[in-house]
T-cell receptor
Framework: DTEVTQTPKHLVMGMTNKKSLKCEQHMGHRAMYWYKQKAKKPPELMFVYSYEKLSINESVPSRFSPECPNSSLLNLHLHALQPEDSALYLC?????????????FGEGSRLTVL | GIQVEQSPPDLILQEGANSTLRCNFSDSVNNLQWFHQNPWGQLINLFYIPSGTKQNGRLSATTVATERYSLLYISSSQTTDSGVYFCRGGSEKLVFGKGTKLTVNP
C-alpha cells in the first residue's frame, strides 16, 4: 500500500468547472510535489513545496493553483482547464529538501477535461 | 540542464529471460532512483541508488556516479514485470529519463 494517498482516482470535468485534486502523506516528509504525465511520456514536474512553502514552479499556467495547507497535505486547484490538460496527475513526497532525495509517489489522479 | 538517456526505449522478452536497462546522464549525479510504472499508472519505487549496487529479489541496480550511468538488471523476468521503467537522477535538479517500455510475454 502506498503511503501517499491521492483523491479522486478519476475526475472528469468541463472547461468551466472548478475542481481540486488532493494528496496526503503520512511519512513525515517535508517536501511534496505535483507532476503531470501525458501518455507515453515521463512525468513532468509542476510544483514543489518544501516546508509548506512553494519552492519550485515550473512555469505552470495559472489555471493550475497549488496549495499546501500543512506539511501532510497538498492540493491542486483546477479552473478553466483545456482538453489538452487531460493527463495523469501524480503527487509525490520526499524527506529531503525540494527536488532532491528519494521520491514516493501516490497512485495518481487521472483527469479528463471535456 | 542535465540530460538523461535511457536505453533501450522498448524491450520485448519471453518469460524467464534476463535484461539490462541503462540510464546515462550528461552531468554529475548524486541522486538516482529507478521506478516501475505499472499499467494502471502507479510509479513504484524500485531502488534509490546514488552509488553502488543494491539487490531486491530478481532485481538489482548499479550506479557508477563517476561515469554518470546506472544499470537495472531484471533476472528471470515475469509477465508482471511488464510496464515502463524510469530512472530519475541528477544533482541539483533531478530529471526523469524517457523510460524503457518492457513487455514480457508468457
Amino acid at each position: 500500500d502506498t503511503e501517499v494517498t491521492q483523491t479522486p482516482k478519476h475526475l472528469v470535468m468541463g472547461m468551466t468547472n472548478k475542481k481540486s485534486l488532493k494528496c496526503e502523506q503520512h511519512m513525515g516528509h517535508r517536501a511534496m510535489y505535483w507532476y503531470k504525465q501525458k501518455a507515453k511520456k515521463p512525468p513532468e514536474l509542476m510544483f514543489v513545496y518544501s516546508y509548506e512553502k512553494l519552492s519550485i514552479n515550473e512555469s505552470v499556467p495559472s489555471r493550475f493553483s497549488p496549495e499546501c495547507p500543512n506539511s501532510s497535505l497538498l492540493n491542486l486547484h483546477l479552473h478553466a482547464l483545456q482538453p489538452e490538460d487531460s493527463a495523469l496527475y501524480l503527487c509525490a513526497s520526499s524527506q529531503a529538501g525540494a527536488g532532491t532525495g528519494e521520491l514516493f509517489f501516490g497512485e495518481g489522479s487521472r483527469l479528463t477535461v471535456l | 540542464g542535465i540530460q538523461v538517456e535511457q536505453s533501450p526505449p522498448d524491450l520485448i522478452l519471453q518469460e524467464g529471460a534476463n535484461s539490462t536497462l541503462r540510464c546515462n546522464f550528461s552531468d554529475s549525479v548524486n541522486n538516482l532512483q529507478w521506478f516501475h510504472q505499472n499499467p494502471w499508472g502507479q510509479l513504484i519505487n524500485l531502488f534509490y541508488i546514488p552509488s553502488g549496487t543494491k539487490q531486491n529479489g530478481r532485481l538489482s541496480a548499479t550506479t557508477v556516479a563517476t561515469e554518470r550511468y546506472s544499470l537495472l538488471y531484471i533476472s528471470s523476468s515475469q509477465t508482471t514485470d511488464s510496464g515502463v521503467y524510469f530512472c530519475r537522477g541528477g544533482s541539483e535538479k533531478l530529471v526523469f529519463g524517457k523510460g524503457t517500455k518492457l513487455t514480457v510475454n508468457p
